[in-house]
Every structure is written in structure tokens, then in C-alpha cells.
């Protein structure tokens, strides 16, 4: 349980949040035209008839579209409908061509899902939550105005109109500005796991229409107001937070909360009403005669289902069961897609270099993948090229320091140079001499010059003041100047030292 | 030489085979009886050289020894409602006056590969809505025919009454017509053609301009059944870019033409005989039994008990399909576009569409409007989808008991222009026949029967089981051979 509250002026009240994410479904063509879809092309470059809505023209489902949404639905354990529609929303607007938009109300692809957030102290998630997803529908985007061409009109892009979005609606389940920030962070993980969304909130490929009420603990619903299209994770949890306060501010001054359609000003971090619900649009929604119902059939939902990888949950669990990772790295690695990818790739070469299992290796890869590698990486900042640090680099250095031929302090040291350079890391650590002597021979004499000319500490080592291990351990590694292998100078001082 | 202009679709695709006379000869002959038919108004715009174009292709494609398409050398109206490329397409609307688009439709594609040639846009009732051709932007069509006596202006029917009259008057062997609730049945029956509308999704709607979607089809009007069956097999065809569109083999219906009905149950439905109707149609209806009867076929009565339903379900489900469609007639991309000094968006809207929509357009937007609206939509909309799927389950149980279904097109025969504007609810009554059919998305032809006291045409209708054109154009025939129709209007143009 969350234990967010508002202290008002009258006592506490609890948030309640729902949010409705539009995340644009990762294809090369639209939802029902073949007209292509990346990001940043010239205005109206990317405009079939059919976006244009031009008289005639009909839609006609796009599979792949179809595919990754319920391939989505999958990932969230959601009821998959074999049966589903279109409807039309209809209203008008200049970036809306058609004059409704093709959505799903009444039966949706995707049925009741759910999703896990973890716990995280620190963000104030005391204990893994489940919050419960409503449903998926699929959708067309609209087009884009454009109101800074012209002193006295607008333009209009329609590279947009048309793309497919998928509008995935959770319960009202949150119930802090924490619990939405990692429900969206956990989503954006899923969608980007299964491949059906790119994430890219900057770019407007995911945004969140933010529902918020509060009301005191214990008591039914407040009245909701919805936030439309806000388009971070820091703006979901800022709008939630501003419009929480303000509604307690509302109803202690003995005010009501408005059902109402908010805008969110990323600049002031407020939001402020767009429209009442009496301005609301009436939607007259109907099935598309343009389309018939959508029915999937078994072998689409098998090849959907066979064409999932392995899940965010599913892998956190494995890297602690069978890597026996630590439940923090495992969260780690596995929240973005791009982490779990490099990780996997460089433990499966460093475990082949070494000649282990895996899970023999996987808490020096983690932890080499997660601090030693990044801290190395941004300490160098321009002078190092990010493209040096291949697998096969990083799996050498590894098994040189798995073998005791560097040290840690090496380690880093091979990396940066191999960063800057490219060159070869045994070759560096020969030719640098960023080795460590675990040669016995060595470290012995060493050892026996330190006990020679410290008599008394070895004396008083001996009567029982363990803590001098210290200082002749120190003693031992300044006189090999640092290369020494700090295992073997351990062992074969306890031996001499007795 | 025979008038090229009395041939019809088969005598002249087989005149231009066999040598008899040029594709471009026949071109010429209509080309020239099009232009002389000013007064009737049946075409917005003529297309003389698309349709030379085509000839000339098709001459050479023969002097080349080619095969020939199965439309080759015919020159056809094209009702002015699908998409023709380079040439303007208004669905007789001012809102679109000027437009033309940059694509072609898939049927006049279709038309066009198979060899035939446009000699024009056909009239029509403005975005196919009506049933007397009165609610063009670009005027009214004028029936070719007229009443005994009577200088009186007649309705060719609608909305497809430019393809009716222009067929009926001999300056179109052939047209395209859509039919949503009897638009190529009932002006058919009024002008003594034949027009046939295929099962829903055997033509594709892909660059029509819609009017309903789950209703509209297109079809051809034609002078004899075997014209509908030659012309129809060229039009139709599974689309991949339209959804609705059958995804299913089209059969050689022309020459699976048979006219013997040994063995056929001709369903009569009962609810068919309703008040209003004139005793000359009962009269055809009892006629075409007795013919049907001597092509071999047995006659048994069925029912269609929600028959009565039809027509106000129609009149929901269409407006409520209609109001959706023509939201993109908007003034922002094409089409005409009213803007007055200083005024927005919504000023824009409202500008461009109360000038570019005549008052049945608008009058079917305000309909549809209001029953898709918030507390209305179950009463109205999902009622009549309920009533749509009974009137279809009433089909689907007559046809346990017979083949093919006959009753009128229409309850009455053509009327003067002008004289049904009083009350639009007497207008949709005309489709009272037509409807169920459409709703039902059946396969259903009007051929023309005889003509009544007054000398105007009279037709019959006939619905079959889905998919089964081939029945329904092989009891047309039947009729067709037994009635003998060969009146035709006087030339007063």
C-alpha cells in the first residue's frame, strides 16, 4: 500500500490515478493506408489518399499493426479478443481529414491485463504492486496544425493522420505520483521488450492522458478530472502532483472538483482546463461500415504468441534465480531494453573466453556492466569512442582479471585505454605493463625483506594485534609497486607471518 | 447500316469483333446522340474523347489481332458518383463542383481494362440521395418517356437517373449505377431497363463516393439481362483496398445464362402486397408469375415478416452512415470552400456546408446526426440494426423454400418532376420494395415488364440468395423473353 498522502488543511487525502498512455505502434505503414511512418519527414510528404481522406477512398487494416498490438496485449497477460471492431468517433477538426477517427470503443482487441511495478524505497514504493489494465484498443492519430507559418492561417500536416496508436487504459490502481512514474516506466520497458512501440516520448511516439481525484482514505472515488497528452515520465508525476493539490485546495475551500478536460504546461509544471464537461464532444461513435469486425484466427494468435521474447519480469526473475544476481542489478540490467542486450552479449562472450558457466561469471559481468564499464565511460566523456568497447574487448579484460593478471585498478585502466584506442587489451596490459606478479618467487621476497625490517610489528602481530595484517599487506604491495596479485600477497603472508 | 445507336452492349462488343462496324463509329454515334440530348440532362459533364480514345484503342488492339475485352468498343455512362481520373467527379454536389481527382475508381478501371469507353458523368440525385434525380446541384434529369397525353417533364427515378435516362433514350448502350436502397432498381423500373445490384462486396466501393458503406453497391443498367450480365462480370471482382470487398471467384455469368426454370422455387412474399400500390404493378406482379410458371418454375408463397420495418431501419441506418461519410466535405482539402472575411474554423465549416450540401443532403446529415447522438443512438441506431438483422433472417428463411424471389421495384410507375416534393416521406416510400433488399445485401434486378395505362414502363423485381446473381439474372431472362418489352419513349429531345 502507498502511503502518499496530501496533508491539507483539514487532514489527509489520498490521490487516486488512472492514466490512458498512447504509445504509436512501431510499423513502416499506417493503420489503414499504406503510407509510411517515420518521424521527421517534410510535411505532408507521408500522406496516402486515404489519410487525405479523399472522397472514395476506403481504410483497410494493416496487419502488422494488428499483430504487435495484440502481441502487446500478450505481454501484459491481458484477454485477447478474437472478435473485436471499429468504431467511429466522429468530430470535427482541420488535422482530422475524415471527420472521425477510426477507434475501438465498443469491443476492444485487448481485454483486462495487468502489470507489475517493483518496489522501490527510495522512489516511496514500499512493496511490489500490481495495477490492473482495463484494455488496448487500437486507433488512428490525427494530423498536426501548424500555426507559426502564417500571420493569418493555419496549416496542416497530415504525415501523422492515420498512424496507428495503441490506447492502453489502467484501472485507477496508482496512487502516487511514484506508482504512475514506474507504471510508465514499466510499460515503456514492455512495449519496448515486445517491439510494438519505440517508447520515444520526446518524439511523440508515447504520451499519457493523466486521470487524477483524491479523496479522504477510506472513501469512495472523488470526481476525475482527465490531463491530456503529457509527454514525459517527470510531467506525468509533476501533473498528478499539481492537479492533486489543487483539487484538495478546491474541495477544502469548500469548492467541488469539475469533471473536466485539463491541459498540462510542461513550462510551470500546472495545469489549467481546456474544457468543461458541458463543451464536451458528443462522439456519435458507430461500427465502421468501412470495416468489417476484426476475427483472429488461432494460427495468428500463435505466431503472435511463439514471437514474444522473454519478458522484463520473467528475466529479473531469472537473473536472480539462476545468475544469482543481486535483486537490484537484476532490476537493473533488465529495465531497458538496450542494458539486457549488452549485458547478455558480453556475459555470454566472457563466459566463453573464461571457459565457465555463466552464472559463474554473471555477477562480475553485472557488476563490470552496471558501475566499473559506465563509471570508466563517462570519466573519459569525449576522448573515449563508445564503439571500441566491443564484447570481445570488454570479455578479455574480464577473463585477465578473472585469471588474476590485472587488477581491478588495471582493469579500468585497459578499458579507458582501449576506449581511446581500440587497441588489443592483452596487448595493452603487456605492453603497459598493467600486469600484476603473481609470481610467488617475487612476492616472497618482498615479504621476507618487509618481516626483516619490521621486527617489532611482527612481534606484535604475532602477540596478537591482527589489525598490523594491514600494514604489512601495504608494506608488501608498495615495495611491488602495486603490481602485485593482492590474493597471493594475502595468502602467502598469513602462511609466513603464522 | 442499323442505327449504331439502337445496339446494345452485346450486339455491339460483338459488331466490333466480328467487323460489322469500328469501335470508333460507335463511339461517334453516341458521342453525337449525347450531344443532341441536351434537354435531358442526364450528364454533368460529356467525356467525347475519353470514349474516342477508347475505341481507337480497341480498333487497333482487333487490327493487331488481340483479344478483345469482354467490353471492347462499348462506350458507357458513368454516373457522376465514381471517382474518374483527370475528370471531374461531384457526386452531383456543388461541395464538390470542380474536383477531380487524381485516381480511378476500381469498377470504371475494371470498365475501361475490359475496353469500354466513357462518353460522360451521369446525373444524378445529389450524393446518390433521392429517388427522382430532383436533388442534383446540376439540375434535374428528365425521363425520356412520357405519360400518355401529357407534355408533363417524368422523373427517370434516382438516384441513378442520369444512367436511366441515358440508357432509356438511346445515348448510352450501357451505364453504371449504385444502388444503397434501390438506386439502380427504381429508375430502372421507371424507364423500362434493366439494372441489376450484386450481392454487397461483389463490386468494390473503392473510389465511389460513399454515401452508406455497408449499403452501397455498384451495378450496371443496361437495355437487356444479357447486357447486365456481360457489363456486371466486367465490374465486378474482389479489391484488396476495400475491406468489405468478397474476397470470392467471379463466374462467367453470360454464358451461364438459362432461362429455363424447371426445377425453380420463385418465392412470392405476401407482405409484399401493401396498401399504395397501384393495381397496374399487382397486376405486372401476377403477370410475372404466370411467366416465371411457363419458364419451368414452380411458385410458392413465402414471408418476409418484417418487411414493414425495412423502410424506417433503412431510413436510420443510412442517414446515420451518410452523416459520417460526407463529414470529410469539409472545405479544408478539396472541394469548395466558404470563407468568409475574419471568421475560423467552425465559421468555415458551417459557410462551406450549408452552401455546398442541397437540402436532402443536409436534411439525411441532420437524420443521422441525430440518432448516432448521445441518448438517442439505442432507441434508433442499434433498434435498426436489430430490425436489419431480422429483415436479413426473413430472407434467409424464404430462400429455404425458394430460388429466387419476385415482387414489383416500385409501388407505383414514374411520376411528373415536381410533383412529390411536398413530403420527402412519400419520396422514400417508393423505395418500400427495393429496401429490404438492400438491407439484406442481396443480389436483386429490376427488369422492365410492361407498361400501364399511361404508357410509362413498369418493372419487375427479382432478389436471390446471396451470391447468386446468376439465379436472379436467369429469372430476369426468363421474364424478359415472355414480356416482350419494346416500348420505347419518342424521341422528343
Known sequence: ?498 | MTDLTSLGVKDIRDGVRGGSFTAREVAEAFNTAVAEAAALNAFIVTTPDHALAAADKVDAARAAGEELGRMAGVPIGMKDLFATHGVQTTAASHILEGFEPRYESTVSQKLWDAGAGMLGKLNLDQFAMGSSNETSYFGNVTSPWKKAGSNAAMSPGGSSGGSSAAVAARIAPAATGTDTGGSIRQPAAFTGICGIKPTYGRCSRWGIVAFASSLDQAGPMARSVEDCAIMLGAMAGFDPKDATSLQMDVPDWEAALNSDLRGKKVGIPREYRMAGTDQAILDSWEQGKAWLKDAGAEIVDVSLPHTKYALPAYYIVAPAEASSNLARYDGVRYGMRDLPDGVGLQDMYAATRAAGFGDEVKRRILIGTYVLSAGFYDAYYTQAQKVRALVARDFERAFEQCDVILAPTTPTASFPLGSMNEDPLTMYLNDVFAVPASLAGLPAMSVPATVNADGLPLGLQLVGRPFDEQGVLDAGLAIQERAGFTAMPDKWW
Request: aromatic share 6%.
Open chain 1, 1 to 498: 500500500m502507498s502511503n502518499y498522502r496530501i496533508q491539507g488543511a483539514t487532514g489527509e487525502w489520498e490521490v487516486v490515478i488512472g492514466l490512458e498512455v498512447h504509445a504509436q505502434v512501431t510499423s513502416n505503414s499506417k493503420l489503414f493506408s499504406g503510407a509510411a511512418t517515420a518521424f521527421g519527414a517534410e510535411p505532408n510528404s507521408q500522406v496516402s489518399l486515404v489519410d487525405a481522406a479523399m472522397p472514395g477512398m476506403l481504410p483497410v487494416p494493416n496487419r502488422e499493426c494488428i499483430r504487435q498490438a495484440v502481441r502487446t496485449g500478450m505481454a501484459i497477460e491481458a484477454q485477447i479478443n478474437a472478435w473485436s471492431r471499429f468504431d467511429r468517433k466522429n468530430y470535427f477538426y482541420a488535422d482530422l481529414p475524415q471527420g472521425y477517427q477510426i477507434s475501438q470503443l465498443y469491443h476492444p482487441l485487448v481485454g483486462e491485463g495487468s502489470l507489475l511495478i517493483e518496489a522501490d524505497e527510495k522512489a516511496g514504493i514500499p512493496e511490489d504492486k500490481v495495477i490492473g489494465i482495463e484494455r488496448i484498443h487500437v486507433e488512428q492519430d490525427a494530423g498536426k496544425l501548424m500555426h507559426d507559418q502564417h500571420p493569418t492561417m493555419s496549416y496542416v500536416d497530415l504525415n501523422r493522420s492515420g498512424v496507428a496508436l495503441m490506447e492502453i487504459v489502467s484501472k485507477p490502481d496508482m496512487r502516487s505520483p511514484a506508482e504512475a512514474g514506474a507504471y510508465v516506466r514499466k510499460l515503456r520497458s514492455i512495449l519496448r521488450y515486445v517491439g510494438s512501440c519505440d517508447g520515444n516520448m520526446e518524439e511523440g511516439s508515447m504520451r499519457a492522458d493523466v486521470n487524477v481525484s483524491v479523496r479522504r482514505p477510506g472513501e469512495p472515488f472523488g470526481t476525475r478530472t482527465e490531463t491530456k497528452n503529457v509527454n514525459s515520465v517527470r510531467f506525468v508525476m509533476q501533473a498528478i502532483e499539481h492537479e492533486a493539490m489543487r483539487q484538495v485546495d478546491v474541495l477544502e475551500a469548500g469548492g467541488t472538483v469539475v469533471q473536466e478536460t485539463r491541459l498540462f504546461d510542461p513550462g510551470t509544471g500546472t495545469t489549467r482546463t481546456m474544457r468543461s464537461k458541458e463543451d464536451a464532444h458528443d462522439y456519435r461513435y458507430f461500427p465502421d461500415p468501412d470495416l468489417l469486425p476484426l476475427v483472429l484466427e488461432e494460427d495468428f494468435l500463435a505466431e503472435c504468441r511463439a514471437s514474444l521474447p522473454e519478458l522484463p519480469d520473467a528475466k529479473r526473475k531469472r537473473y536472480v534465480e539462476v545468475l544469482g544476481l543481486t535483486p537490484y542489478n537484476a532490476r537493473e540490467l533488465t529495465a531497458e531494453v538496450e542494458t539486457f542486450a549488452r549485458f547478455e552479449t558480453l556475459l555470454a562472450e566472457t563466459a566463453n573466453t573464461i571457459g565457465k558457466v555463466e552464472p559463474e561469471v554473471a555477477t562480475q559481468v553485472a557488476n563490470w556492466s552496471l558501475s566499473v564499464a559506465p563509471g570508466v565511460v563517462k570519466a573519459l566523456g569525449d576522448e573515449g569512442d563508445p564503439a571500441n568497447a566491443t564484447a570481445a574487448a570488454q570479455a578479455a579484460i574480464l577473463a585477465m582479471q578473472d585469471k588474476g593478471e590485472i587488477s581491478g585498478g588495471q582493469a579500468k585502466e585497459i578499458f579507458e585505454i582501449v576506449l581511446k584506442t581500440g587497441r588489443d587489451p592483452a596487448e595493452i596490459a603487456e605492453a603497459e605493463g598493467l600486469k600484476q606478479v603473481s609470481d610467488t618467487g617475487a612476492i616472497e621476497a618482498a615479504i621476507d625483506a618487509v618481516i626483516a625490517a619490521n621486527p617489532d610489528k611482527v612481534e606484535d602481530y604475532r602477540g596478537g594485534k591482527d589489525k598490523l595484517f594491514g600494514f604489512f599487506v601495504g608494506q608488501v604491495m608498495k615495495a611491488m609497486a602495486g603490481k602485485a596479485n593482492p590474493g597471493v600477497v594475502n595468502q602467502l603472508l598469513k602462511d609466513k607471518l603464522g
